[in-house]
């Protein structure tokens, strides 16, 4: 059997590696194996495996961040009972399409003899290898992941630019007695931000995540802390909220939650990948730890803050307080420290698609430029749209439903159609339903996100 190289650019964090590719309906050989009997983790080929503890703090990582933060916001957009019920049923779903797309991707290794795929090459060979009148759509649904991988963490990379710049204000205002507006502080983040934005090596990023989660952890216990230091009062704070806000609510939980884009460089990056999947599972455990950590802290957020509760329960904790300040300035830094992992995803994709029309001799000068252009936009859109509500729905509705949780159902259904859905094609049923709720996300989300913004741009400009 010849061997070539896998023709598809690889994703982030794919290992390079060789092995045969060909369609899966061509009849074996006798002397190869059956496509139950191939194992592509034997096959697999990584320099600098990680370990399945490795992998779950990997896994973490890019599910905790500002998301978890605007949980309160969230519990408030949805009610105390219906917010509780809410987060932990969208969590099994996030989960659930991720273990169906990382299980899709093993299914199509085995059947087209490819030790390791990324998210846009599954789409692609799924729609490749599927029914005849869809494999003309192969190239598309990979453009479709891919482009959709870039504006998910160019607009969340916005998120974060505006967290930063609002985290400041907050300290900085109070303690220097300023009244600057927020949009100051996003130029001054925007500093940083272009420095740490030219790192192109993931090696060089990891001092800055471990420091990023350390500061993580201290925020949470200091604003635990803030939560629980007085009595509650659970009485005033409505079940459910209303019809209008849910929108709002399932977007910014989507948001929170989602880390699909690193999903598949971590399963492909391990020593043994058959421990990502199963119970307990590096996928169960990190989504069992985050859908907790999400509930408790959405949960009792929203009973301290109540209406009050900001974009960021940081930006509610009590800024004349040292502690309290500690924490705004350590997830701050946090959030800026994680800024170069964020941009690493859809800079790694976006340069592999352009690197090729650029002389050899000018990819260091293009890679600056063009990061740096990249970065000043995001920074005026950010500039732009410097409320974290909206923002945080919007980025959550567009983008991270329709990859984390429409595209998985999509792949699975093509891989299966028309013989393997079940009994009554039972899962055909299942991911219509979570395919017609992901599009719920994606256009009331979205419309409810743009009318804030909107509201918001009208309010200002009646204030001014």
Known sequence: MTEEKVKSNPEPGVPQFVASDFNSSTKLADNQIDDDEYNPFEHRQVEKPNSTSGSLIHLLKSSLGTGILAMPVAFKNAGLIFGAIGTVIIGLICTHCVHVLVKTSHDVCKRTRIPVLGFAETAERVFQYGPVKLRRMANFSKNFVDYGLMATYYSAGCVYIVFIGSSLEKVINTMADLDWDVRIYILFTMIPVLAIGQIRELKFLVPFSALANLFIVVTFGITLYYIFKDPLVFDDKPGFASFATLPLFFSTVIFAMEGIGVVMPVENSMAKPQHFLGC???????????????????????????????????????????????????????????????????????????????????????????????????????????????????????????????????VETVFLWPNELGTFKWVLVKNVIFGAFALFALVAGSYVSIEEIVKLYTENGHTE
């Not at 950590?293 to 974009?311: K, N, T, W």
């Not at 300040?325 to 946090?334: D, E, G, S, Y």
């Not at 994709?349 to 000043?376: E, L, V, Y």
């Open 280 to 410: 307990p599972g590096v996928l169960n455990t990190a989504m069992g730890i985050v859908i907790t950590l999400y509930a408790v802290i959405g949960f009792f957020g929203y009973v301290r803050y109540g209406s009050l509760a900001a974009g960021s329960v940081t930006l509610n904790l009590p800024t004349e307080d040292v502690l309290a300040k500690i924490a705004q300035l350590l997830i701050a830094a946090a959030i800026l420290l994680t800024f170069g992992l964020q941009f690493y995803v859809p800079m790694d994709i976006f340069w592999r698609k352009i690197h090729d029309k650029i002389p050899k001799d000018k990819h260091n000068i293009s890679q600056i430029a063009i990061r740096s252009g990249i970065m000043i936009l995001m920074g005026g859109l950010a500039l732009a749209v410097p409320n974290l509500e909206p923002f945080i729905g919007l980025v959550g509705a567009v983008f991270f439903s329709s990859l984390g949780l429409l595209v998985p159902c999509v």
